[in-house]
Each structure stands twice: as structure tokens, then as C-alpha cells.
């Protein structure tokens, strides 16, 4: 596509229940980054993906967070048993090689009550 | 570990010049990068530097000097529009693989 896309938009979920965010990047875009934003904060880093590298989940707060990325492509970012300080926007980023200029996605609005 | 700073707010008045400064502390150095976000909206690139000295892309400018670790966006003329938040980004080492880490971003204000 001409963008990254991000589904679904908006999300709102009950404590304790799983969620998933979907991420899909520019075509042919070999980096991949999801990154947390909270309302009128920064961005903070969770997980990149490098091409066939094996990812950087330095970012992730906890065991209740994952990411996968299948074929290079489409990215899937899992969090379980969710809890309301996981409400943030969570964007995802996507870059031919890697070194500079980052396209992200709209984001998708959690919001876990 | 690396950090950058940058200030948390900026008011600037429409037609000025203002400057958006940023300090970085990386065990390597691999580029400093400006995204620009509006609210409600998704970052976008604004510019890079790699080396020392001033890059110009209309409007903007963003200068690096590797020495002080230090860099900057200028936005001249400013408009209406330039009101968001800045945030100033680097690799968290000296390999192009490794992760890109945001400064926690300026919000510069703009009065008519």
C-alpha cells in the first residue's frame, strides 16, 4: 500500500482480556518498529524487526507483551491479560532499510477499562 | 544507557524564527533524526543528519554537531500550522541495526 496501515484504529477492551494489533507496512519495507505513546508523551520503543534478524524486544515492559512478524511483511503486536496502564496509542513504523526516515502508521487507540 | 533532551515546551510568535534544541547521550552515533506530530496525528520525518553542519529543507534546517552531541531544528517563518510537538530521534548505537530511540518531545506553540 502507499502507507503504513494499522488496524483496528480504536479498541476498547475489558481488563483482563487479550488484544491484538496489526500492523501493515509499506510493501518492500525490510524494518518494522512498534513503538507506545501515552497521551502528550513520547514514544516509547517496544520491539524492532530487521529483516531476517532476530528482533529487538528490549522494549517490551513485560512477559504479557509479544510481536510477530510474518514473512517480512504484516506485523502482529499481542498483549494478554491486559491492564488499564497498557491504554496508550500504539504506533507502528516502517522503513526500506532501516537507517532513516520512518514512515508511521495513524496508530491504534487502546483503551482497557 | 542513551538519552536525549530536548525542552518540553516552546511559544513562538507567527513569522519568527525558532530554535528547537537536543543533547543526546549514545554509546555510538549513527545520526540524528527531527519527526514532526501534530495531535491526533502520526509523527512524520522531518530530516536527518549524519555529519556536522546545517541541513536546509525549505522552511526547516535541522544542525548537528557530533562533538557536543548536541543538535537542532530551526523552523523559519513560522506558521500557524507549525504548531505540534518535535521530537529528535537516534540509534541507540553506532550500527545501523540497532533501535531508534525519541526524545520525549518539544510542543512549540505559535501566536498569531
New interface residues.
Given amino acids: 500500500g502507499a502507507g503504513v496501515s494499522q488496524s483496528p484504529s480504536n479498541k476498547v477492551t475489558e481488563k483482563g482480556k487479550d488484544v491484538e494489533l496489526r500492523c501493515d507496512p509499506i510493501s518492500g519495507h525490510t524494518a518494522l ?1 512498534w ?1 507506545r505513546q501515552s497521551l502528550g ?3 516509547e ?1 517496544l520491539i ?1 524487526f ?1 529483516g531476517n ?1 532476530a528482533p ?1 524486544k ?2 517490551l515492559p513485560s512477559d504479557r507483551f509479544s510481536a510477530e512478524r510474518t514473512g517480512g511483511s504484516v506485523s502482529t503486536l499481542t498483549i494478554q491479560r491486559t491492564q488499564q496502564e497498557d491504554s496508550a496509542v500504539y ?1 507502528c ?1 516502517s522503513s526500506l ?11 491504534t487507540r487502546l483503551t482497557v477499562v | 544507557g542513551q538519552s536525549l533532551e530536548q525542552p518540553s515546551e516552546v511559544t513562538a510568535v507567527e513569522g519568527a524564527i525558532v530554535q528547537i534544541n537536543c543533547t543526546y547521550q549514545t554509546s555510538g552515533f549513527y ?1 540524528l ?1 527531527w519527526y514532526q506530530q501534530h495531535d491526533g ?5 522531518l530530516s ?1 543528519n549524519a555529519l556536522d553542519g546545517l541541513e536546509e529543507t525549505g522552511r526547516f534546517s535541522s544542525f548537528l554537531s557530533r562533538s557536543d552531541s548536541y543538535g537542532y531544528l530551526l523552523l523559519q517563518e513560522l506558521q500557524m500550522k507549525d504548531s505540534a510537538s518535535y ?1 529528535c530521534a537516534v540509534r541507540d548505537s553506532g550500527s ?10 518539544t510542543r512549540l506553540s505559535i501566536r498569531p
Fill in positions: 518498529y513503538y508523551q513520547g514514544l520503543f524492532y530487521q534478524s529487538d528490549s522494549g504506533l513504523a532499510t532501516g537507517d532513516v526516515g520512518y514512515t508511521f502508521g495513524s496508530g | 545520526g533524526s496525528g502520526a509523527p512524520t520525518f536527518y521530537f545501523s541495526a540497532s533501535k531508534i530511540i525519541f526524545g520525549s518531545g
